[in-house]
């Protein structure tokens, strides 16, 4: 099993991270909480209560962990598809592997980062939907000190179950959008470079732009529920399940609940996947 393909999904998931961390914080406010009234009215409060840093809350265990979550989506996509195919990552532009292929690969590597990704999304959610300024002498402490106090404090009221809240919808929204994702990157490549060669970084750019809205797109009404589900736990239990959170949610706010933060994760992703494919590719060429 290549580990190049799991170091090139650490660096490039990083960079990912990096970039699109405080769009990622507008749009999980926006789907959790209805103090805003849209994107800019959300940016100018965090800004105005929180500062700079408020967009950049919960990154740091991200970060520390984008080495296990990303690896495991790059890593198990490309491995399955040398299982399916026998073809490596550098003969795949040469001899195309077929788009069902791709999809299956796609949808097995979203399947395995979901289970890992989970503890470490209910944590970045958790200190992103914490709107207190950083703690202040005198002031009211905020609920969590930073990640390992919040996993500690999960752990402690909720249970070794606490840390998992959420992750049936997070496993429903990454296995198919991720066999999306691949999938749309493979066909615009392929539409954009002649037969047999390998992509340029033009084409790469683009394709992992729209490759990331596309699965976003896809992938936004599970991802409300997703993370309303892993807010659930702060207090008392709202919700039996995903199907119940889901009837909840139109019931009380209509159909429009499942678009929450559709535009500020559009205007994420194409930046975001771009760089993450581009860093991805290149650096499997360099070690190639």
Same mark, same amino acid.
């Given at each position: 099993?290549?580990?190049?393909?799991?170091?090139?999904?650490?660096?490039?998931?990083?960079?990912?991270?990096?970039?699109?961390?405080?769009?990622?914080?507008?749009?999980?406010?926006?789907?959790?909480?209805?103090?805003?009234?849209?994107?800019?009215?959300? $940016?100018?409060?965090?800004?105005?209560?929180?500062?700079?840093?408020? @967009? *950049?809350?919960?990154?740091? @265990? !991200?970060?520390?962990?984008?080495?296990?979550?990303?690896?495991?989506?790059?890593?198990?996509?490309?491995?399955?598809?040398?299982?399916?195919?026998?073809?490596?990552?550098?003969?795949?532009?040469?001899?195309? +592997?077929?788009?069902?292929?791709?999809?299956?690969?796609?949808?097995?590597?979203?399947?395995?980062?979901?289970?890992?990704?989970? +503890?470490?999304?209910?944590?970045?959610?958790?200190?992103?939907?914490?709107?207190?300024?950083?703690?202040?002498?005198?002031? !009211?402490? +905020?609920?969590?000190?930073? +990640? $390992?106090?919040?996993?500690?404090?999960?752990?402690?009221?909720?249970?070794?179950?606490?840390? *998992?809240?959420?992750?049936?919808?997070?496993?429903?929204?990454?296995?198919?959008?991720?066999?999306?994702? @691949?999938?749309?990157?493979?066909?615009?490549?392929?539409?954009?470079? !002649?037969?047999?060669?390998?992509?340029?970084?033009?084409?790469?750019?683009?394709?992992?732009?729209?490759?990331?809205?596309?699965?976003?797109?896809?992938?936004?009404?599970?991802?409300?529920?997703?993370?309303?589900?892993? $807010?659930?736990?702060?207090?008392?239990?709202?919700?039996?399940?995903?199907?119940?959170?889901?009837?909840?949610?139109?019931?009380?706010?209509?159909?429009?609940? @499942?678009?929450?933060?559709?535009?500020?994760?559009?205007?994420?992703? *194409?930046?975001?996947?771009?760089?993450?494919?581009?860093?991805?590719?290149?650096?499997?060429?360099?070690?190639?």
């Amino acid at each position: 099993m290549p580990v190049e393909e799991f170091v090139a999904g650490w660096v490039s998931g990083a960079l990912g991270l990096v970039l699109g961390h405080p769009f990622d914080t507008v749009k999980v406010r926006l789907q959790t909480q209805t103090t805003y009234r849209g994107i800019i009215d959300c $940016m100018v409060k965090i800004y105005r209560h929180e500062s700079l840093l408020g @967009f *950049f809350k919960g990154m740091s @265990f !991200p970060i520390a962990s984008i080495a296990l979550v990303n690896s495991v989506l790059f890593g198990v996509y490309s491995n399955s598809l040398l299982a399916l195919t026998a073809t490596s990552h550098q003969e795949r532009w040469a001899q195309p +592997p077929s788009y069902t292929h791709v999809f299956i690969a796609g949808c097995t590597g979203g399947f395995l980062q979901a289970y890992f990704l989970a +503890p470490f999304d209910l944590i970045k959610v958790r200190l992103q939907n914490q709107t207190e300024p950083r703690a202040q002498l005198g002031g !009211p402490p +905020p609920r969590y000190r930073g +990640p $390992m106090h919040c996993a500690a404090s999960i752990f402690q009221k909720e249970g070794p179950r606490g840390l *998992f809240q959420g992750a049936w919808a997070l496993t429903l929204r990454d296995t198919p959008t991720m066999g999306i994702y @691949f999938v749309t990157y493979e066909v615009l490549c392929r539409q954009c470079t !002649p037969e047999g060669q390998n992509p340029s970084s033009a084409t790469v750019l683009v394709a992992g732009g729209f490759a990331g809205i596309t699965s976003w797109v896809a992938a936004t009404p599970l991802d409300v529920i997703k993370s309303r589900m892993q $807010m659930d736990g702060l207090k008392r239990r709202a919700y039996q399940g995903v199907l119940d959170c889901m009837v909840s949610s139109v019931r009380q706010e209509g159909l429009g609940v @499942f678009f929450r933060g559709i535009t500020i994760n559009s205007a994420r992703a *194409f930046p975001v996947n771009a760089v993450t494919f581009l860093s991805y590719e290149y650096l499997l060429r360099w070690w190639g």
